[in-house]
């Protein structure tokens, strides 16, 4: 957890400053496979 204190961590995060934040550190990889996985149980929910 950390405040936002600089405009530019603010707009890379899009947060705006005085932010409290709750951030995970997932690499851009893993932060995709989660994404999908999401979807794909979304979409097995759906069919039912």
Avoid: P, W
Avoid at 6 to 33: F, K, P
């Amino acid at each position: 957890m950390f405040k936002v204190k600089c405009a530019v961590v603010g707009q890379y995060i899009g947060q705006a400053v005085g932010t409290l934040v709750l951030h995970r550190n997932v690499s851009e990889a893993a932060e995709r496979a989660i994404t999908r996985a999401a979807a794909k149980k979304d979409l097995n929910n759906d069919e039912r």
